[in-house]
T-cell receptor
Framework: EAQVTQNPRYLITVTGKKLTVTCSQN?????MSWYRQDPGLGLRQIYY???????DKGDVPEGYKVSRKEKRNFPLILESPSPNQTSLYFC???????????FGPGTRLTVT | RKEVEQDPGPFNVPEGATVAFNCTYS??????FFWYRQDCRKEPKLLMS???SGNEDGRFTAQLNRASQYISLLIRDSKLSDSATYLC???????????FGRGTSLIVHP
């Protein structure tokens, strides 16, 4: 089954404790992205990747890091999480620019 | 990069009604357009792409008006299961940063 998976689905952590949210897709897609969704603000792109070892900033990259060492994986790293990073995070992949995006199920992160 | 705007609603309609949403975009260089559906606390899923000539998929019709810079979604014969948030997405060529509208909430009641 074609899918995007994310782990963990739910995470509660404390300020400053490094965490990684994993994302994996099995569709051999070139493009992958991370978004955060906050009430009243909609979906905002954090980082995206056009291929292995090629990443770029989206609209709200501050406080986040990503890597793309393999085509299927695109982890999101929060080196020192803060409460304003409490949000619902989605990973997405697509075959190419301007194509449909497939989203993972989301990760609900709470930073206290 | 400029915004994509949607009426947040909620649109509260009875079963069987026809409802239309609009989405305006301000970047004339925008090249591709989509409607996604998002159920509460779930991931967005593609409802339909929007083509220049307009396109239809069952009860759903999408239209693009480049001159006025808006896209629309028409839902005919609304079902209870159509209740969701509908997200408008606009891509501008040359930069893979899709712009999402904040979504329009639809509630279909018996």
């Amino acid at each position: 089954e074609a899918q995007v998976t994310q782990n963990p689905r739910y995470l509660i952590t404390v300020t400053g404790k490094k965490l990684t949210v994993t994302c994996s897709q099995n569709m051999n897609h070139e493009y992958m992205s991370w978004y955060r969704q906050d009430p009243g603000l909609g979906l905002r792109q954090i980082y995206y990747s056009m291929n292995v070892e090629v990443t770029d900033k989206g609209d709200v990259p501050e406080g986040y890091k990503v890597s793309r060492k393999e085509k299927r994986n695109f982890p999101l790293i929060l080196e020192s999480p803060s409460p304003n990073q409490t949000s619902l995070y989605f990973c997405a992949s697509s075959l190419a620019e301007s194509y449909e995006q497939y989203f993972g199920p989301g990760t609900r992160l709470t930073v206290t | 990069r400029k915004e994509v705007e949607q009426d947040p609603g909620p649109f509260n309609v009875p079963e069987g009604a026809t409802v239309a949403f609009n989405c305006t975009y301000s970047n004339s260089a925008s090249q591709s357009f989509f409607w996604y559906r998002q159920d509460c606390r779930k991931e967005p899923k593609l409802l339909m792409s929007v083509y220049s000539s307009g396109n239809e998929d069952g009860r759903f019709t999408a239209q693009l008006n480049r001159a006025s810079q808006y896209i629309s979604l028409l839902i005919r014969d609304s079902k209870l299961s159509d209740s969701a948030t509908y997200l408008c997405v606009v891509n501008t060529g040359g930069s893979y940063i899709p712009t999402f509208g904040r979504g329009t909430s639809l509630i279909v009641h018996p």
